[in-house]
């Protein structure tokens, strides 16, 4: 269900005016929630900090790479 209902919100949210990618970010340790971002097809694009927990990995979708 995570893929799905994660899938229906990228969706709607790149079908928005304006809206050219939508990113995602997570832990790299948290395997759930990048299986559910490699199942989008999202594709990594840097890291930032988390203040408290360190490293998180972040990941985008852009509009034109939707494979509806």
């Known amino acids: 269900l995570a893929t ?18 939508v990113r995602a970010t997570t832990f790299g340790w ?10 989008l097809g999202m594709v990594p694009v840097g890291t930032r900090e988390h203040d408290l927990l360190g490293e998180m990995l972040v990941f985008e979708l852009a509009r034109e790479k939707v494979v509806k």
Do not use: D, N, Y
């Not at 209902?5 to 949210?13: D, Y």
């Not at 948290?30 to 199942?39: F, G, N, P, T, Y």
């Open 4 to 21: 799905e209902g994660t899938r229906a919100c990228v969706l709607w949210a790149l079908e928005q005016p304006g809206v050219r990618a």
């Open 30 to 39: 948290h395997r759930a929630s990048l299986r559910v971002i490699e199942k």
